[in-house]
């Protein structure tokens, strides 16, 4: 087990590296955002190729879950960041450090986004790499089930808002304006709940072997992360900023679980 996480972790060193090579080149690291699923996706099959032991049903469920969700999420955010551009907020981010503190870009991006990326990357995984290794149960019971069931309602969830704010955008009468219909009236952050809902789904297939149940503190730091760090507080702090509608609607729309608005 211990050498199938340590061949994994190498790999996405490997492969975090030559992003920031490229992030260094392009001076832009707004691409790192696309490869977050896609590294995890990257992890699932890496544990599912090595992992020989492992439930077959199981290592399938949890190989086919990622790679929906990842591969989805990685298209639209890498087709997002080359109609938008630079992400204001990683921009912000290495500006500061290379006005401030004199880093150079490659140190500021190194230090700052790709070799922060690596280990949350890493351990958000956990349900879909510790999950696979396991030989028993030998067939996936009732927490499975729900585990998908709770899977497949984030990526829809995720999917759907995505939809709704893309449609939402390309329309230039709402240049400037908020987005409070469909599942946005509801959350201010449906694609954040729908990530949080896949992971906590993920977990609780792996959570029927023994080894899978300790990977919980993938969901909970994934959770963390959206609600108190990189999620939820720095894009409603440049929202904020830029939408003048935006106090009123964090006043009366859910901040991340969907609930009926405030009149």
């Known amino acids: ?153 984030g990526i829809g969830f995720e999917t759907i808002g995505d939809w709704q704010l893309r449609r939402f955008r390309a329309d230039p009468a709402n240049k400037g304006k908020v987005l409070d219909t469909g599942l946005w009236r509801y959350t201010r952050h449906p694609n954040y709940f729908g990530d949080a809902c896949v992971w906590w789904g993920l977990w609780l297939i792996a959570a029927e072997t023994t080894i899978g149940l300790w990977s919980i503190a993938g969901p909970m730091l994934l959770t963390w992360l959206l609600t108190r760090l990189s999620g939820v507080p720095m894009l409603e702090y440049s929202l904020k900023k830029r939408r003048p509608g935006y106090e009123d609607y964090i006043r009366r729309t859910s901040s991340f679980i969907p609930w009926p608005p405030k009149t």
């Not at 639209?76 to 500006?95: C, M, N, S, V």
């Not at 990326?117 to 510790?130: G, S």
């Open 1 to 153: 087990m211990t050498h199938i996480l340590a061949i994994n972790a190498g790999i996405l060193v490997v492969v975090i590296l030559g992003l920031w090579a490229i992030s260094v080149r392009i001076r832009d690291v707004s691409f790192i955002d696309s490869f977050w699923p896609l590294g995890m996706v990257m992890l699932a099959a890496a544990t599912f190729v090595q992992s020989e032991d492992g439930a077959s049903g199981r290592k399938l469920l949890l190989l086919a879950l990622t790679s929906v969700w990842g591969l989805r999420l990685s298209i639209h955010l890498f087709t997002r960041w080359r109609a938008e551009g630079e992400d204001p907020r990683y921009k912000r981010i290495l500006g500061s450090a290379i006005d401030k503190k004199g880093w150079s870009f490659g140190k500021a991006s190194l230090l700052l986004v790709f070799a922060m990326q690596a280990p949350l990357l890493f351990i958000v995984c956990l349900p879909a790499q510790l999950g696979q290794l396991a030989p028993e149960p030998a067939s996936t019971g009732w927490l499975a089930f729900a585990g998908k069931c709770l899977a497949l309602i």
